[in-house]
């Protein structure tokens, strides 16, 4: 039998060693309070990349290469992969950060589909 301590122990080094960069443009056609969208406030989505073993710093640096940060382009850059707890069977596992809440088998409205 599997003990409480067991369930709730998770460690992937290689999953908590990737990273997702999105990249935003400023975009004057997106309203302030436009609360239909994703999207930060007039920022525009462009793109998601994921990287490994590397540093937001680094990150960063490698993407304003491509996307001028003086052009209007800006980087959020988040941990991609996620510790959730199945609300079942009460074990720890990892999902995308982006993953929806309806997806994940961390949400009451995933079981009761």
């Known amino acids: 039998m599997i003990s409480n301590t067991e369930k709730l122990d998770l460690h992937d080094p290689i999953k908590e060693s990737y990273l997702t ?3 935003y443009k400023k975009d ?13 406030v007039g920022l525009k989505f462009i793109n998601s990349i994921d990287f490994n073993n590397m540093t937001e ?3 960063v640096e490698h993407l304003s ?4 940060p003086k052009n209007g382009y800006s980087f959020q850059v988040n941990k ?9 069977s ?6 995308r950060y982006d ?12 079981w009761s589909m």
Request: aromatic share 14%; proline share 4%; net charge positive.
């Open 90 to 95: 009460g074990q720890m596992f990892y999902e």
């Open 99 to 110: 993953t929806p809440y309806y997806c994940s088998p961390s949400s009451e409205t995933y």
């Open 28 to 40: 004057k056609r997106i309203k302030n309070g436009n609360n239909r969208t994703k999207n930060k």
């Open 57 to 59: 710093d680094e990150i």
């Open 21 to 23: 960069a999105e990249i």
């Open 80 to 88: 991609t992969y996620i510790k959730r707890k199945n609300i079942i």
């Open 65 to 68: 290469e491509g996307w001028d």
